[in-house]
């Protein structure tokens, strides 16, 4: 069982919701919480663009098609996710990283990403005191 009350976020204060319309995290609870059963860790709190949907689809991970029987909604521009650490280090290598709510992306992240790079993607509202 998951503890969202000892969750912390990247700038090390307690771990925020990133969306619950859509609703998102691994666990559908509206976080970017991670745990044992997440391997492909669903940490990175992004605000998607038509951009990076495209990009992502080109991949082979198509964001924007509806899947129910994963309860997945399908993405939109402007929708947050709890989007995999390296697909978002991918599109970041690749120059075509999402934005990313800080407040709302698991400490974890900071084993793949450099906080410095994050803060060049974060959002407006993820960096508000």
Known sequence: MRNLALAKNV???D???CST???TGFYRDGCC???AEDTSLHTVCIEATEDFLKFSAQRGNDLSTPNPMYDFPGLRDGD???LCVQRWKEAYEAGMAPLVNLRA???SVLEF???EVLQEYATGDSLDS
């Open 33 to 35: 919480n991670t745990g």
């Open 113 to 115: 990403v450099d906080l």
């Open 21 to 23: 319309s859509p609703m």
């Open 11 to 13: 700038l090390g204060t």
């Open 80 to 82: 947050r996710w709890c």
């Open 105 to 107: 992306t698991h400490i």
């Open 15 to 17: 771990l925020e919701s």
